[in-house]
């Protein structure tokens, strides 16, 4: 049947008409310019895989024509896209590579219109990487480090809270600012008994306080920290034996702080000497207590909250800079 032109049409098929009108209204094209043929290469990655990540994510088409790249797509993920390519291209020229997580971190926030600045490089004894913050939250979080002699964060897995901990611990360290690094943890088995461990007192606590040696091995060669170690310079000890103790000129920072009790928590705070800093950090979704006993780094966070020379930062889901697959992880079960 063919229709008149004043004949009416069917809801159905007007819906169907205008859409296919405003999708052509809304596509556009955008261009990038390329100084050469090596920054393009950074740029797209090994066979690729950075455009077809963004391409896949955005559903845009990227090619590549006399020296520019060319963007088409709905308006409105072109303008992503661009800005993504944007971003990266800084980083490319700034680090002089790219890697999958600057990729991830880059296209993450711009597809949840987070805001991006230059954050300044962490100062550390091994070369190499450069170390910064990689999220507006990261940002605050060592922007409260700086500010406060007490800072409180709690926060997923995967958003840097022990990491980024001890490596201002550790460039605190280099401009001697400090004169020594406590890393504390209490000895909180995650939902299983472990049983009787052999060995010495070392030994016995290693499994606990093996994630910030694994941050501080980032960050120091191996010999720097055994002489360190050695001379009481660097100190990893379980929470336990933190009581009686004050600790003057030091950077103290307590990890799996969800894991104290509240006696615990002010136990430990009130170790603070002069010219000291504490860093307590933890994920509040990750409790192990046993149930019933409240957890400190909860209790502290309520209680002393708006205290002067105290800062607290929450870390959410898009400060994640593990593998993309943590923070879908982190989503689900949250949502659950």
Do not use: W
Request: with cysteine; hydrophobic share 45%.
């Amino acid at each position: 049947m063919i229709l008149g032109l004043n004949q009416p049409l069917d809801g159905g098929f007007k819906k169907k008409i205008l859409a296919r009108a405003l999708a052509k209204i809304e596509m556009m094209e955008s261009t990038i310019s390329v100084v050469s043929s090596k920054a393009l290469l950074t740029l797209f990655g090994a066979c690729d895989q950075h455009l077809r990540r963004i391409r896949n994510a955005l559903g845009v088409s990227i090619t590549v024509r006399d020296g520019r790249i060319h963007i088409a797509g709905p308006e409105l993920d072109v303008a992503k896209a661009t800005e993504t390519l944007e971003r990266l291209q800084a980083c490319a020229s700034r680090l002089g590579a790219l890697s999958p997580d600057d990729v991830t971190r880059v296209l993450h926030g711009v597809q949840n219109g987070q805001s991006f600045g230059e954050h300044p490089s962490i100062e550390v004894f091994r070369a190499g990487r450069p170390i910064r913050a990689r999220s507006e939250g990261q940002a605050r979080y060592l922007e409260a480090i700086e500010q406060n002699d007490i800072v409180m964060c709690s926060g997923p897995a995967g958003t840097g809270k022990t990491y980024l901990a001890v490596a201002m611990a550790v460039a605190a360290l280099k401009r001697e600012s400090i004169r020594k690094i406590v890393l504390v943890r209490p000895a909180v088995e995650a939902g299983e008994s472990l049983g009787f461990l052999p060995g010495d007192l070392q030994a016995k606590i290693n499994p606990y306080l093996r994630p910030l040696l694994d941050a501080l091995h980032e960050m120091m060669d191996h010999d720097l920290i055994a002489r360190y170690t050695e001379e009481d310079v660097i100190e990893v000890i379980p929470l336990a034996y933190m009581r009686g103790r004050t600790l003057n000129e030091a950077f103290i920072i307590l990890d799996e702080a969800q894991n104290t009790t509240v006696s615990q928590m002010k136990m430990f705070l009130t170790r603070m000497g002069a010219g000291s800093k504490i860093v307590a950090s933890g994920d509040v979704s990750q409790i192990d207590l046993p149930p019933k006993v409240k957890s400190g780094l909860v209790d502290a966070l309520a209680r002393l909250h708006g205290i002067d020379g105290i800062g607290a930062v929450k870390l959410g889901a898009s400060d994640i800079v593990r593998h993309p697959l943590v923070q879908r992880i982190v989503d689900a079960y949250e949502r659950k």
